[in-house]
């Protein structure tokens, strides 16, 4: 009997691991597929490329500021009917996307997108220490790393199959498909959450509109602070009206930020978790990736320029090079499983970010006309430092939150990934101002290689902090 009901438990959480990898693919392939849209969005919609990338932006502001409210609420009214629930706003989003007549339709279909990913993105941590017992979540935080990573390789050639066979309408569809698939799947494959031993306390209103205006500001203001003029422009407008909009944007964002996190500071169970950046290890943890994200995007966003650019790559060589990164980082995730619990995170992750910063600087320093080995050798370095880095961390901020704040967790966690790759975009975009693109992508790895070295810092100082 005892081994029926173990095989019976063990089929219940293969099927629940299979929802939440659609899932992952659902929301991993729409980013990216995205960037490689833009152009024809502006194209058909009659739009200039810089208001197109609203599209995006879209997306990533509202999936940014609604991730921690979702979190709460699925700690609140349960990880699965969030989960579900996000899966169906996206699908209809998708469904929006696909008919829109205009830019504003679109971005607005697009933000609707994001409020379905982040109540997608903030349950899955929590989900995942629901379905594995506590010596397998290791593995299942693996997985979810994997399909991420695998996803990212298989995103732009999907797109340009796409794209080259039909308009960018058709990459919407995969989550048109997807999404009604992750929610009746989910729900009956999706745990419930574990009873808490006291009601949840509601979840004030003002609060969720806080949240959303704290990260709406900030972002709008640095992304502003880091445009170019565009040609074009009003002759008449005051020299730096822009950038005094966007300090005032920023200053504004963290006054509300500072108001916003005073009130949780009275919360019980705050929507912006204060109670778990308490802790230290977590604390320490979630500096580590924000640093470690905001370096993977600098070196993503540098590296396109430098193949094409400064070495003279053909588009085949170059996507073939720079799936290395994230082939790498799957080979070593068999052994990162095994490893952790068997040495702390706070070692595992410092070496991993070493190897980040060994592998940017190594690219950083290659002369104008490098070979191939070397490119490979400079990729493969990332990723395996980067796959080493992830989630023994991932496993240290799931783990170090109490169980009924396990959505607080895992929203946290997802928050860390968005802010960190805000911030290397915008460090970015600066570099490219203040150096031109093909210098400036030589000194965004050097910058990557920087904030991949204080990640490691951070990361050590976990050791004082039992991690």
Excluded at 73 to 97: H, N, S
Excluded at 248 to 265: E, N, P
Excluded at 329 to 354: D, E, Q
């Amino acid at each position: 009997m005892e081994s029926v009901t173990h095989a019976a438990a063990a089929r219940q959480r293969r099927r629940a691991a299979l929802t939440l990898m659609l899932g992952i693919v659902c929301t991993a392939l729409d980013a990216a597929v995205m960037s490689l849209a833009l152009p024809g969005i502006a194209r058909d919609l009659g739009v200039s490329a810089a208001d197109s990338v609203w599209v995006v932006n879209a997306f990533q502001l509202v999936a940014l500021g609604m991730l921690l409210p979702c979190a709460a609420l699925g700690d609140r009214w349960g990880y699965r009917r969030v989960y579900m629930a996000g899966a169906a706003v996206f699908a209809l989003a998708c469904a929006v996307c696909i008919v829109a007549p205009s830019l504003p339709v679109l971005a607005a279909a697009r933000g609707l997108q994001g409020l379905g990913a982040a109540s997608m993105m903030a349950i899955n941590g929590a989900l995942l220490r629901l379905i594995y017992p506590r010596e397998l979540l290791a593995r299942g935080l693996a997985i979810n790393t994997a399909v991420v990573a695998f996803t990212s390789v298989c995103g732009p050639p999907v797109a340009a199959a796409v794209l080259s066979w039909t308009s960018w309408h058709g990459l919407f569809v995969p989550g048109l498909v997807l999404g009604p698939a992750v929610a009746l799947l989910g729900a009956t494959a999706l745990p419930a959450n574990a009873p808490r031993a006291a009601p949840a306390p509601a979840l004030p209103v003002a609060d969720v509109l806080l949240n959303m205006a704290m990260f709406s500001l900030f972002f709008v203001g640095v992304h502003l602070a880091g445009e170019r003029p565009t040609h074009g422009a009003d002759p008449n407008a005051l020299p730096g009206a822009s950038a005094w909009l966007a300090v005032l944007l920023v200053a504004a964002g963290v006054a509300v930020g500072v108001f916003h996190v005073r009130r949780q500071l009275r919360r019980p169970e705050p929507l912006f978790p204060v109670d778990l950046l308490r802790l230290p290890v977590f604390r320490l943890s979630m500096c580590t990736s924000v640093c470690a994200f905001g370096a993977q995007t600098l070196a993503y966003i540098a590296l396109p320029f430098l193949l094409f650019e400064g070495w003279q790559r053909t588009p085949g060589e170059a996507g073939l090079l720079m799936a290395i990164w994230p082939l790498a980082l799957i080979c070593t995730l068999p052994l990162v499983t095994r490893l952790i619990g068997r040495y702390p995170s706070s070692i595992l992750g410092a070496l991993g970010l070493g190897c980040l910063a060994l592998g940017l600087v190594v690219l950083a320093l290659l002369p104008s006309a490098p070979t191939l080995t070397a490119i490979a050798v400079g990729m493969a370095l990332c990723g395996l430092g980067y796959g080493v880095f992830q989630s023994p961390n991932n496993h240290t901020i799931l783990t170090a939150a109490p169980a009924q704040r396990a959505g607080a967790a895992g929203g946290m966690l997802s928050s860390a990934r968005l802010t960190g790759q805000s911030v290397g975009a915008v460090l970015m975009v600066a570099v490219f101002n203040l150096a031109g693109a093909q210098q400036g992508s030589v000194h965004g790895l050097w910058l990557g290689a920087v904030l991949a070295a204080l990640a490691a810092g951070f990361s050590l100082m976990r050791l004082s902090s039992k991690s």
